[in-house]
């Protein structure tokens, strides 16, 4: 069983970037599953599933974890579906066909992983921070956007490259200066934010 696990995962990696769907990279994924074990993360919200590759990743880290995903693209969400299935782990995961924005979720997290649209990073946390448990965490993903956030402006000759990258500093800034959490950005991967509630 391990054996075709892998096989699969490599099957998504490769299915990825043919589609040219962008999924989470290596280092930042290792990042990512590290810190669920560690903090003995259990019931986790993830904001952008695209073809399940870290939505499966995550739930693997332990037999307990239950994690809910919201993606907005069917043909992603239903790749996903179909991953999922093959992972046998139907019971512990959870898929949601919507947009982010305009789906209301019930109960509270341990973690809540942002991995979607960039632009919306600010209304995303915003949204979502109150179905955060009182010890709980959000990570998000591509802090660096393939280096181009460190990157003066004007070296981006693309117009919506520039409006994006704009879209990050925005976030990073309101993470930085938010009143109830302390963040941490990591040169892990493409660049993965930790933000915790701060203490009372």
């Known amino acids: 069983m391990v054996g075709e696990y892998y096989q699969y995962l490599r099957e998504m990696k490769q299915y990825a970037e043919t589609e040219k ?4 990279q290596e280092e930042g994924l290792d990042f990512l599953t590290t810190f669920i074990i560690k903090h003995q993360i259990r019931n986790i919200l ?9 939505t499966i990743m995550m739930a693997l880290c332990h037999k307990e974890i239950r994690v809910t995903s919201i993606e907005r693209d069917e043909t992603r969400y239903l790749e996903a579906l179909k991953n999922v299935k093959k992972f046998h ?32 990073d600010i209304k995303f946390f915003q949204l979502f921070s109150k179905n955060l448990a009182e ?16 990157k003066n402006e004007k070296e981006i000759k693309s117009h919506n490259l520039r409006g994006l990258v704009r879209k990050i500093k925005e976030y990073i800034a309101f993470l930085n200066n938010h009143p109830d959490f302390n963040t941490v950005i990591y040169r892990v991967g493409d660049g993965v934010a930790v933000s915790e509630r701060k203490a009372l």
Do not use: C, W
Request: no cysteine.
């Open 89 to 120: 782990l139907e019971d512990r995961i959870t898929l949601i066909f919507n947009d982010a924005l305009e789906t209301k979720i019930e109960g509270t997290f341990d973690l809540i992983f942002i991995d979607a649209a960039k632009a919306q």
């Open 46 to 54: 993830e904001i952008g599933t695209a073809i399940g590759y870290s």
């Open 21 to 24: 769907i962008p999924i989470m």
């Open 135 to 150: 010890k709980g965490y959000i990570i998000t993903d591509n802090m660096y956007f393939h280096g181009l956030v460190e």
